[in-house]
């Protein structure tokens, strides 16, 4: 199984400044790496997949990096509604795998 | 818009047994893998299990194999599982989840609430 650690585990910054979130691979998941955003009381939202590509609906200030085993979930300008857990996923190999999330919170 | 709705969830005694079910509309249910994803209260995401839409491909986490079985109807649209031997770890919100044309999850229902507790 294909561990995914996240750091970290919590990030406290203000409104307008960039946040970058961290997930780490036990084992090559090449580019297969997703990124989701999970806001209190609702079900998580895909933001980011193959690593780098936005989904729909995405604003321009998220984006997505790596390959191998280290991937960067980066928002350049932080907003309010940015608040939020994040949760990388891969599928490179089942089982299907998510880290342990990253929280992210607006001073 | 994409819509997935789960039921059936509840409060069962462990070692009990609880089928889930999810309806699906407005995109072509029969042509999308779909997935089980569970979330333990104030806990992180973990898939449960992945059936393609032709029913020709199906796995499981390592913790619910040989407890929990998926199946779908596509003559309904409709997704289920039959979880057998509960065990108060399996207390979580159960999301309903599709698996889109990237093959990543791109729909999620809103969960049902499965608590497993004497």
């Known amino acids: 199984e294909i561990v995914l650690t996240q750091s970290p585990a919590t990030l406290s910054l203000s409104s307008g400044e960039r946040a970058t979130l961290s997930c780490r691979a036990s084992q090559s998941v090449s580019t297969y790496l997703a990124w989701y955003q999970q806001k209190p009381g609702q079900a998580p939202r895909l933001l980011m997949y193959?690593?780098?590509n936005r989904a729909t609906g995405i604003p321009a200030r998220f984006s997505g990096s790596g390959s191998g085993t280290d991937f960067t979930l980066t928002i350049s300008s932080l907003e309010p509604e940015d608040s939020a857990v994040y949760y990388c996923q891969q599928r490179s190999n089942w089982p299907l795998t998510f880290g342990g999330g990253t929280k992210v919170e607006i001073k | 818009e994409v819509l997935l709705v789960e039921s059936g969830g509840g409060l069962v005694k462990p070692g009990g047994c609880l089928r889930l079910?999810?309806?699906?509309?407005?995109?072509?249910?029969?042509?999308?893998?779909m997935n089980w994803v569970r979330q333990a209260p104030g806990k992180g995401l973990e898939w449960v299990s992945f059936i393609s839409g032709g029913t020709n491909y199906i796995y499981y986490a390592d913790s619910v194999k040989g407890r929990f079985i998926i199946s779908r109807d596509n003559t309904e649209n409709s997704l289920f599982l039959q979880m057998n031997s509960l065990t108060v770890e399996d207390t979580a919100v159960y999301y309903c989840?599709?698996?889109?044309?990237?093959?990543?999850?791109?729909?999620w229902g809103q969960g049902t609430l499965v608590t497993v507790s004497s």
């Open positions: 193959d690593a780098s």
């Open positions: 989840v599709r698996e889109g044309v990237q093959k990543w999850f791109d729909s």
């Open positions: 079910s999810c309806a699906a509309s407005r995109f072509t249910f029969s042509t999308y893998g």
